[in-house]
Nanobody, 129 residues
């Protein structure tokens, strides 16, 4: 079992920045894929960015490329999402998730929420205009 705890959400003005953190614990997850998803009211959950823990390969949604960066700290078992130039349309609950490595055979697999086995409770990000 893997436990994920997100932090760092909050209220920010349009154009501002936030850094989300996801602390992971439990089973050995050094080969897992870790993803940040977001879900706005009335919308589907979508991947923002993902990282392969073992080799650091990252996958980022086109909508946030050049603004959002995912990173990991192996020693702290923590994954981060640095978000810059936020827009009001990015107001959502942001979730951290972990996927068993056997589910991630292709790059596109990282973008599917159904491939992730463990989820945090989410952290609210609100961007005011």
């Amino acid at each position: 079992q893997v436990q994920l705890v997100e932090s760092g959400g909050g209220l920010v003005q349009a154009g501002g920045s936030l850094r989300l953190s996801c602390a992971a614990s439990g089973r050995t997850f050094s080969t897992y894929g870790m993803g940040w998803f977001r879900q706005a009211p009335g919308k589907e959950r979508e991947l923002v960015a993902a990282v392969r823990w073992s080799n650091g390969n990252t996958y980022t949604a086109n909508s946030v490329k050049c603004r959002f960066t995912i990173s990991r700290d192996n020693a702290k078992h923590t994954v981060y999402l640095q978000m810059n130039s936020l827009t009001p349309e990015e107001t959502a609950v942001y979730y951290c998730a972990a996927a068993e490595p056997f589910r991630l055979n292709y790059d596109t697999d990282y973008f599917r929420a159904q491939n992730y086995d463990y989820w945090g409770h989410g952290t609210q990000v609100t961007v005011s205009s």
